[in-house]
């Protein structure tokens, strides 16, 4: 779990965004093993999404999606990325349209980076859970994917059981 916020990096406002989106993780049987926030700025960005993706398999990001001069976050996630998922998120913006127009100013992406999912949300506690809620169910699988698992038949529906994502929580 990344928070990329300037203020709660220097500790000028608190993160709401962070512990919404891990307790809706935890609901959904996820373990969030790491917590840190880094200020708006591509290489400290960059370099904790590579550094998270060595050691879990869901890097889950929250801020910094936007279009203000020091929302990078997508820049720096392209950066790490192997490949990018866009089909998550179009289904995220999709949904955030559902309850806002504004959903659509969103810039997240979501990509691989090595073995790990890599997710970006919107800051605001109500986009990044929305955004979340709208890509969770299909969490399950591409990690089952990305670690190798592609024995699935045709026309068999996706096992609803959740992984335990290895999401490390450390204090920044």
């Excluded at 179009?90 to 309850?99: H, N, T, Y």
């Excluded at 990509?111 to 809620?133: H, M, R, W």
């Amino acid at each position: 779990m990344l928070t990329v916020s300037d203020s709660c990096f220097r500790g000028e406002r608190t993160d709401a965004s962070g512990p919404a989106v891990a307790e809706l993780l935890a609901a959904d049987g996820f373990r969030v093993q790491v917590r840190r926030t880094v200020p708006d700025e591509v290489i400290p960005i960059a370099e904790t999404i590579r550094s998270l993706a060595k050691e879990v398999r869901l890097v889950v990001t929250t801020g910094g999606t936007g279009i203000a001069a020091r929302d990078v976050t997508p820049e720096a996630t392209r950066s790490v990325c192997d490949r990018l998922l866009d089909g998550l998120a179009e289904r995220m913006r999709a949904a955030g349209l559902q309850q806002t127009p504004f959903a659509a100013l969103s810039r997240a992406v979501c990509g691989t980076c090595g073995l790990a999912l890599v997710v970006n949300l919107p800051g605001s506690p109500a986009g990044a859970v929305c955004s979340l809620q709208a890509v969770l169910p299909l969490l399950p699988h591409a990690m089952a994917v990305l670690a190798g698992d592609t024995e699935h038949s045709p026309g068999q529906p996706v096992s609803p059981i959740l992984p335990t994502a290895t999401i490390k929580r450390e204090d920044s």
